[in-house]
């Protein structure tokens, strides 16, 4: 809770530690009511850095004592400091005993319990909610770590790196010893004592060396974890493989914990997961539920090298670590998808979450910077723009230097800064430096300006073609709109992948003035001005443009492009990536239409026609179709718009829909058939595939047919959902019916609840299912409060708060934004509720109310009288009062 006013942390304010600490030896008698911590450190003054007392971090401890070299010293306590003034010049030890209180521990940060368990979680600050220490990610030290506890109810005691000992104590306690012999800040501490089982693989690197592999759950979900240890060892054999970075540690844990406020954590050696980003058997879990395990253990995997060898020195660094993780998993997704199609697929998926989650946050009132300028609490910056653009910075870098650049960078970075906390500017100096010369090298200043201008680069590009010349002039522009305390922006450097076709669709080679010949159809113009021209030469006939294949930079474009054009683009560019943007913005235009001038909307004939072909096509993957045939979300219809109403864009959205479904009636049935998987279940790109398409195929013939009276698909539906034998295609139908009103969704979702009210991850669905689904006249709304009062309910739990809260305030717009301002209201009472419980995750969904500044009339004034209210509580925590401060600046 917050004490006094928060101090804003500024990036320029960074001063190195007055001490490092060397080594940590850590005792824990572990007790659910009071634990027992003693911490005895190797202390050294840092000579670089006038004189001054040691300042340790903690909070909500109990101190008990404090020797230095063993005898006691004089200290003082303020505010969240303990301060010895009187600290040696020389080495010194220092040891430390204090209490904390794990079970009243319910922000999930620090020491708490979970299911009768122990676990930690210490990024970005926790570590001093356990004891008092220098708890910022510059000083690194050696830990040895020992764990008493209760042999009966804690079984499995773990800790970072490896087992030293185990012994057996009185009163049936015991005790195990670890070691982690890498230097690490105290964020990737972690320990475990709990009831658990393991899942265990030994595996030989192409190093040779032989390592344990185990994935620690409560006993009864071992069968779930076949998924997450396959994507571990897979993780192990491509880092290895792409970047030469080999596993460091012979024992490697995953463990699984259910109250967790993110998907998972790279503690050194003990990976901590959220079980709904570990835990999956074909029965509970969803393909979209399989592929992002997959990548959160790899992400995690990762971060060994990218974050723990090399870590950040500061905060405001997050980037370094989370952008180039979020890169590294991105990549190995696609390199595990294997088919270019599948390829395409991962990056489709991977722009569709940057648009519709980073660009509103870019522009909202929380926009920040890759790597932020200051901050009231770190916490609230783990942003979509600090992973997900940080991981698009990270990409560019890539796309300038070429991929063999890039892991000669890497290979640099390491050789300089293994062992290490560094900054951003450290990377990029490590990459341009492996590639004298190259397109980031030699504009290296210019590209930095990604990590410090927030906001989203508008593109403009316009072609014009003089037959007579047969020249093609193409006039890129940027422009990027001012974002709260950044006025002005200069030009960034923006790599635009590109190609053309003529306009029967053939690719057309590539020469640029002054090149003697053509090189290639298909390469990288590089624009760091406001505004520049590339004339190509020997173009036969007027072409149609390509441009930003594989969304190669995090801008927005507009290209100009005609229907006539970006049909030639669905059919026949060469990039996947760009066939899909056409079928979007073919979609996207009629909807943005209809919502800005009011009338209703009606899809034609060549755009019905176009996504018949593109259904129908023999040639397209099920995967790709689905995706271009997904109409774009409200969030991103939203984010075209200068002023926004849910409600329109919904009814538009809604209206889109039930004309493709009445209109391609014929050809969904047909897809829905030849789409259906016979084979055993298998989370790969291909079955995958086939069910989204099925899936979506269901919930258009379902819409249809409940509009038009027909009962004969909802039944199928039901049908389907009873017969299901995996949860893809059995959410998959049950979503099909409750998204179209059907008669039959109530049966459904009391069935889905029975037979599943045991399995915690699947009651999360049923929850998130009915606050997401499709609004029809304040239902949905009036649904999501009774359900606040279900018996399985609970603010405690994040997955469970996020399932009814999040899925409304954040993932619902139309159900959320009322005209009488009922959503508001309840967003301000949880909020509050939650803040007093979990402020991170109470920051979270405060967060629902960030583009509260575009809403129309009368939302607009609504929010913010909701939000002013939230912020008039004298009592809100650091996390939640900067976010609604933060909104009404
Ligand atoms: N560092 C974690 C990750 O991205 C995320 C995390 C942050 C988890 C803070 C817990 C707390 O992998
Ligand atoms: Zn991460």
């Given at each position: 809770?917050?004490?006094?006013?928060?101090?804003?942390?500024?990036?320029?304010?960074?001063?190195?530690?007055?001490?490092?600490?060397?080594?940590?030896?850590?005792?824990?008698?572990?007790?659910?009511?009071?634990?027992?911590?003693?911490?005895?450190?190797?202390?050294?003054?840092?000579?670089?850095?006038?004189?001054?007392?040691?300042?340790?971090?903690?909070?909500?401890?109990?101190?008990?004592?404090?020797?230095?070299?063993?005898?006691?010293?004089?200290?003082?306590?303020?505010?969240?400091?303990?301060?010895?003034?009187?600290?040696?010049?020389?080495?010194?030890?220092?040891?430390?005993?204090?209490?904390?209180?794990?079970?009243?521990?319910?922000?999930?940060?620090?020491?708490?319990?979970?299911?009768?368990?122990?676990?930690?979680?210490?990024?970005?600050?926790?570590?001093?909610?356990?004891?008092?220490?220098?708890?910022?990610?510059?000083?690194?030290?050696?830990?040895?770590?020992?764990?008493?506890?209760?042999?009966?109810?804690?079984?499995?005691?773990?800790?970072?790196?490896?087992?030293?000992?185990?012994?057996?104590?009185?009163?049936?306690?015991?005790?195990?010893?670890?070691?982690?012999?890498?230097?690490?800040?105290?964020?990737?501490?972690?320990?475990?004592?709990?009831?658990?089982?393991?899942?265990?693989?030994?595996?030989?690197?192409?190093?040779?060396?032989?390592?344990?592999?185990?994935?620690?759950?409560?006993?009864?979900?071992?069968?779930?974890?076949?998924?997450?240890?396959?994507?571990?060892?897979?993780?192990?054999?491509?880092?290895?493989?792409?970047?030469?970075?080999?596993?460091?540690?012979?024992?490697?844990?995953?463990?699984?914990?259910?109250?967790?406020?993110?998907?998972?954590?790279?503690?050194?050696?003990?990976?901590?997961?959220?079980?709904?980003?570990?835990?999956?058997?074909?029965?509970?879990?969803?393909?979209?539920?399989?592929a992002r395990?997959?990548s959160?253990?790899?992400h995690?995997?990762?971060?060994?090298?990218?974050?723990?060898?090399?870590?950040?020195?500061?905060?405001?660094?997050?980037?370094?670590?989370?952008?180039?993780?979020v890169f590294?998993d991105q990549e190995f997704s696609m390199?595990?998808a294997?088919?270019?199609?599948?390829r395409a697929v991962c990056r489709i998926q991977d722009v569709r979450a940057l648009r519709s989650v980073q660009?509103?946050?870019?522009?909202?009132?929380?926009?920040?910077?890759?790597?932020?300028?200051?901050?009231?609490?770190?916490?609230?910056?783990?942003?979509p723009?600090?992973y997900e653009k940080g991981s698009e910075?990270v990409r560019?870098?890539?796309?300038?230097?070429?991929?063999?650049?890039?892991?000669?960078?890497?290979?640099?970075?390491?050789?300089?800064?293994?062992?290490?906390?560094?900054?951003?500017?450290?990377?990029?100096?490590?990459?341009?430096?492996?590639?004298?010369?190259?397109?980031?090298?030699?504009?290296?200043?210019?590209?930095?300006?990604?990590?410090?201008?927030?906001?989203?680069?508008?593109?403009?590009?316009?072609?014009?073609?003089?037959?007579?010349?047969?020249?093609?002039?193409?006039?890129?522009?940027?422009?990027?709109?001012?974002?709260?305390?950044?006025?002005?922006?200069?030009?960034?450097?923006?790599?635009?992948?590109?190609?053309?076709?003529?306009?029967?669709?053939?690719?057309?080679?590539?020469?640029?003035?002054?090149?003697?010949?053509?090189?290639?159809?298909?390469?990288?113009?590089?624009?760091?001005?406001?505004?520049?021209?590339?004339?190509?030469?020997?173009?036969?006939?007027?072409?149609?443009?390509?441009?930003?294949?594989g969304f190669?930079?995090p801008?927005?474009?507009?290209?100009?492009?005609?229907?006539?054009?970006?049909?030639?683009?669905?059919?026949?560019?060469?990039?996947?990536f760009?066939?899909w943007?056409?079928?979007?913005?073919?979609?996207?235009?009629?909807?943005?239409?209809?919502?800005?001038?009011?009338?209703?909307?009606?899809?034609?004939?060549?755009?019905?026609?176009?996504?018949?072909?593109?259904?129908?096509?023999?040639?397209?993957?099920?995967?790709?179709?689905?995706l271009?045939?997904?109409?774009?979300?409200?969030?991103?219809?939203?984010?075209?718009?200068?002023?926004?109403?849910?409600?329109?864009?919904?009814?538009?959205?809604?209206?889109?829909?039930?004309?493709?479904?009445?209109?391609?009636?014929?050809?969904?049935?047909?897809?829905?058939?030849?789409?259906?998987?016979?084979?055993?279940?298998?989370?790969?790109?291909?079955?995958?595939?086939?069910?989204?398409?099925?899936?979506?195929?269901?919930?258009?013939?379902?819409?249809?047919?409940?509009?038009?009276?027909?009962?004969?698909?909802?039944?199928?539906?039901?049908?389907?959902?009873?017969?299901?034998?995996?949860?893809?295609?059995?959410?998959?139908?049950?979503?099909?019916?409750?998204?179209?009103?059907?008669?039959?969704?109530?049966?459904?979702?009391?069935?889905?609840?029975?037979?599943?009210?045991?399995?915690?991850?699947?009651?999360?669905?049923?929850?998130?299912?009915?606050?997401?689904?499709?609004?029809?006249?304040?239902?949905?709304?009036?649904?999501?409060?009774?359900?606040?009062?279900?018996?399985?309910?609970?603010?405690?739990?994040?997955?469970?708060?996020?399932?009814?809260?999040?899925?409304?305030?954040?993932?619902?717009?139309?159900?959320?934004?009322?005209?009488?301002?009922?959503?508001?209201?309840?967003?301000?009472?949880?909020?509050?509720?939650?803040?007093?419980?979990?402020?991170?995750?109470?920051?979270?969904?405060?967060?629902?109310?960030?583009?509260?500044?575009?809403?129309?009339?009368?939302?607009?004034?609504?929010?913010?009288?909701?939000?002013?209210?939230?912020?008039?509580?004298?009592?809100?925590?650091?996390?939640?009062?900067?976010?609604?401060?933060?909104?009404?600046?």
């Open positions: 809770m917050r004490e006094g006013t928060a101090a804003l942390i500024r990036r320029e304010d960074y001063v190195a530690p007055a001490y490092w600490i060397r080594t940590v030896d850590l005792t824990f008698d572990l007790d659910p009511a009071k634990t027992l911590v003693t911490s005895k450190m190797k202390v050294e003054r840092n000579a670089a850095v006038p004189h001054g007392p040691l300042r340790l971090h903690g909070e909500e401890l109990n101190l008990l004592r404090v020797l230095i070299n063993g005898e006691s010293v004089s200290f003082r306590q303020e505010g969240h400091e303990l301060i010895i003034e009187s600290a040696p010049d020389a080495d010194f030890s220092l040891e430390i005993r204090n209490t904390c209180a794990p079970e009243k521990n319910s922000s999930l940060s620090g020491l708490y319990t979970s299911g009768g368990g122990f676990f930690t979680q210490c990024e970005a600050e926790g570590f001093r909610r356990i004891t008092y220490f220098l708890d910022r990610p510059d000083v690194m030290a050696v830990y040895t770590v020992t764990l008493r506890a209760d042999k009966a109810k804690y079984p499995v005691l773990l800790s970072n790196g490896n087992l030293l000992e185990t012994a057996e104590l009185d009163n049936g306690r015991h005790l195990a010893k670890w070691h982690d012999p890498f230097p690490k800040p105290s964020y990737l501490f972690a320990l475990v004592a709990a009831d658990l089982v393991s899942r265990e693989q030994r595996i030989r690197t192409r190093a040779g060396r032989d390592h344990l592999l185990q994935v620690y759950v409560r006993r009864g979900d071992l069968e779930k974890t076949e998924h997450a240890m396959n994507s571990l060892i897979a993780s192990i054999v491509w880092d290895e493989a792409r970047f030469g970075l080999p596993l460091d540690l012979e024992r490697f844990m995953v463990v699984g914990v259910s109250d967790f406020n993110m998907g998972a954590m790279e503690n050194k050696g003990l990976n901590i997961f959220n079980t709904s980003a570990l835990l999956a058997s074909p029965a509970t879990a969803t393909d979209a539920d399989f395990i997959e959160i253990v790899a995690e995997y990762f971060h060994n090298w990218t974050g723990n060898r090399v870590t950040c020195r500061d905060w405001f660094q997050l980037s370094l670590k989370e952008g180039l993780t590294r390199d595990m294997a088919a270019p199609s599948a660009f509103p946050e870019d522009s909202g009132a929380m926009a920040h910077p890759v790597r932020p300028d200051s901050y009231v609490e770190i916490n609230n910056f783990y942003t723009t600090v910075v560019m870098y890539q796309t300038l230097v070429g991929r063999q650049g890039f892991e000669a960078g890497m290979k640099l970075y390491f050789e300089r800064h293994d062992g290490q906390a560094v900054t951003c500017d450290d990377f990029a100096a490590a990459i341009a430096d492996a590639n004298p010369g190259s397109a980031l090298s030699t504009r290296l200043e210019t590209f930095k300006r990604w990590y410090s201008q927030s906001g989203t680069p508008r593109v403009q590009a316009r072609g014009s073609y003089d037959a007579a010349a047969q020249t093609y002039t193409l006039t890129l522009k940027q422009h990027n709109p001012a974002t709260p305390g950044q006025e002005h922006k200069l030009p960034q450097v923006i790599p635009v992948t590109m190609g053309l076709l003529s306009r029967e669709g053939q690719v057309l080679p590539l020469q640029l003035q002054g090149e003697a010949a053509p090189v290639g159809t298909e390469r990288v113009l590089v624009l760091d001005q406001a505004e520049q021209c590339f004339v190509f030469t020997g173009v036969a006939s007027e072409p149609v443009p390509s441009l930003l294949r190669s930079a801008v927005i474009l507009d290209d100009g492009l005609t229907d006539a054009e970006l049909l030639v683009l669905l059919q026949h560019d060469a990039d996947a760009n066939r943007e056409a079928s979007q913005r073919l979609a996207l235009n009629r909807i943005l239409q209809a919502v800005r001038t009011g009338e209703t909307l009606v899809l034609d004939a060549a755009y019905l026609d176009a996504m018949r072909t593109v259904l129908r096509d023999p040639q397209l993957d099920a995967a790709f179709k689905e271009a045939l997904t109409l774009p979300g409200e969030a991103y219809v939203a984010e075209q718009l200068e002023v926004v109403d849910p409600q329109e864009i919904h009814a538009a959205v809604e209206a889109a829909h039930v004309q493709l479904a009445a209109a391609l009636a014929d050809d969904w049935a047909a897809a829905y058939e030849a789409n259906q998987v016979k084979a055993g279940y298998e989370p790969s790109p291909v079955q995958s595939g086939q069910r989204a398409l099925a899936n979506l195929a269901l919930s258009m013939l379902v819409l249809h047919a409940t509009r038009n009276g027909d009962a004969v698909w909802p039944g199928r539906a039901y049908q389907r959902f009873k017969d299901a034998t995996n949860m893809t295609e059995r959410l998959g139908a049950l979503s099909a019916l409750v998204n179209a009103h059907a008669e039959l969704a109530e049966p459904a979702l009391q069935r889905f609840h029975a037979l599943f009210k045991h399995e915690a991850l699947v009651v999360d669905k049923w929850f998130a299912l009915q606050a997401r689904a499709a609004e029809d006249g304040g239902k949905t709304f009036a649904r999501v409060k009774q359900l606040l009062q279900h018996p399985d309910f609970t603010l405690k739990n994040p997955n469970r708060a996020r399932s009814l809260l999040a899925s409304l305030c954040m993932f619902n717009p139309a159900a959320f934004h009322r005209a009488d301002a009922a959503g508001y209201v309840l967003w301000a009472e949880q909020v509050q509720l939650l803040d007093g419980i979990n402020p991170q995750l109470a920051g979270r969904v405060a967060r629902a109310m960030d583009r509260w500044t575009v809403l129309a009339e009368p939302y607009r004034a609504a929010a913010r009288e909701a939000i002013a209210r939230v912020a008039a509580k004298p009592e809100l925590s650091n996390d939640v009062r900067e976010i609604v401060e933060r909104a009404l600046a």
